[in-house]
């Protein structure tokens, strides 16, 4: 197995370093037998828990996680999204126990500026104008994030925190108009399929969205439809 002029020999030390030694002899050179070892330990067991990256915080992970969404969001893992902040994986782990916790997350950052939103519907003295403010911030949220509004379409991202949010600011909105819960939950559900659909056409569509957001506080004014009036 090994050459006649290099001869292993195999030791063990008391701290479980396995020693090797060759025996080499230089015969062209003519010189003296010389002895030459290695120290090889064995791998120490690394405790605790992995390094999180250099400079890795939560909002890096988000952040990185929506721009990943909008470039490839049929590849998205969270391998990938590691492979893009170049660090182990292990290390998204320590903020987000599962995909679906980040995704949540995500999507809770995307929509933050929903958060905001009570103070300045308040402001608003007409129902128009509420719901105005009200579409504005959400169509700035789905245009910044197209491919994660389409997952959201989709049903493959959750949703449930934001739709609440944007629930009860729908209420806001449109109080006091007499509209049952029922009709108001349809209402808002509709406002957000237009606005959905609005975000497909892209940025050739312009500010419609703002006489169709008026048409639609217009029509829900007077709901429900006289049904004694001949339309």
């Not at 120290?39 to 990256?53: K, S, V």
């Not at 659909?197 to 703002?210: K, V, Y």
């Not at 506080?217 to 439809?225: C, E, I, K, M």
């Amino acid at each position: 197995m090994y050459p006649s002029r290099l001869r292993p020999r195999k030791t063990v030390t008391r701290r479980g370093f396995v020693m090797l030694k060759f025996y080499s002899v230089e015969i062209k050179r003519g010189q003296h037998a010389q002895w030459s070892s290695m120290t090889a330990p064995l791998p120490p067991r690394r405790r605790g828990r992995p390094a999180r990256g250099a400079g890795l915080t939560e909002d890096t992970v988000l952040s990185a996680a929506l721009a990943l969404l909008e470039r490839d969001r049929a590849a998205f893992s969270m391998r990938a999204l590691a492979r893009t902040l170049q660090v182990d994986v292990m290390s998204l782990y320590h903020y987000f126990p599962t995909k679906e916790a980040l995704l949540d997350a995500a999507v809770l950052a995307a929509f933050a500026p929903l958060d905001e939103a009570g103070p300045s519907l308040e402001g608003e003295p007409t129902c128009a104008g509420r719901l105005e403010r009200l579409a504005a911030l959400y169509l700035g949220v789905v245009q910044r994030y197209p491919g994660l509004t389409l997952e959201i379409a989709a049903g493959r991202v959750p949703t449930a925190p934001v739709v609440a949010r944007f629930d009860a600011l729908f209420v806001q909105a449109v109080r006091p108009l007499p509209l049952t819960a029922e009709e108001t939950q349809s209402a808002g559900q509709m406002l957000v399929d237009y606005l959905h659909g609005f975000m497909l056409g892209g940025p050739a569509a312009g500010e419609a969205w703002r006489f169709a957001v008026r048409v639609f506080a217009q029509g829900l004014r007077h709901w429900p439809p006289d049904a004694t009036q001949d339309h």
